[in-house]
């Protein structure tokens, strides 16, 4: 297994934070990442059961989600990757938000984990930054 974690630390509340980062259909604006929404959730449109596609033909579920406070998913189509959990938490910390993104995955190709550990932290960085621009907006 490889383990990828960033953190970084928002001056907005954390209901704010949480809220952009789990409008799913805005990613495509803020993030420059274009979602696919094949399923929306069960109880909130954004939560549990909500299926999502993201370039390269990656299937993410949404498994748990705890309004302001914690949301998970596991990848469940893609090529490279056995196994992938993220979880993502959203804390108050310093007078704003303290987010920690982290994802656990065995690759299906053998020595790959280190290349996904690099890219993906280099990717989730940048989509923590990029999410910090659109608060600031």
Same mark, same amino acid.
């Given at each position: ?13 954390r ?7 789990? =409008?799913? /259909?805005? /990613?495509?604006? /803020? +993030? #420059? ?6 399923? &929306?959730?069960?109880? =909130? @449109?954004? !939560?549990? *059961? ?6 390269? *033909? ?6 748990r ?12 189509? !893609?090529? *490279?990757? +056995? &196994?992938? &959990?993220?979880i ?7 007078? #704003?938000?303290?987010?920690?993104w982290?994802? @656990? ?6 020595l790959?984990? +280190?290349?996904?550990?690099? #890219?993906l #932290?280099? +990717?989730?960085s ?5 999410? &910090?621009a659109?608060? !600031?907006?």
């Amino acid at each position: 297994m490889v383990e990828v974690r960033v953190t970084r630390q928002f001056p907005h509340p954390r209901e704010r934070v949480f809220d952009v980062y789990t =409008d799913h /259909w805005g /990613w495509s604006r /803020w +993030a #420059g990442v274009p979602m696919k929404i094949t399923r &929306e959730g069960v109880d =909130d @449109r954004r !939560g549990v *059961g909500l299926v999502r596609v993201i370039p390269g *033909g990656y299937h993410e579920e949404v498994t748990r989600f705890e309004p302001h406070s914690e949301m998970r998913y596991r990848l469940f189509k !893609g090529l *490279g990757i +056995a &196994e992938h &959990e993220g979880i993502v938490t959203f804390e108050e910390a310093d007078g #704003g938000t303290r987010v920690e993104w982290v994802v @656990r995955i065995r690759p299906s190709i053998p020595l790959t984990g +280190a290349l996904l550990r690099l #890219g993906l #932290g280099a +990717a989730f960085s940048r989509v923590l930054r990029l999410l &910090e621009a659109e608060l !600031g907006r």
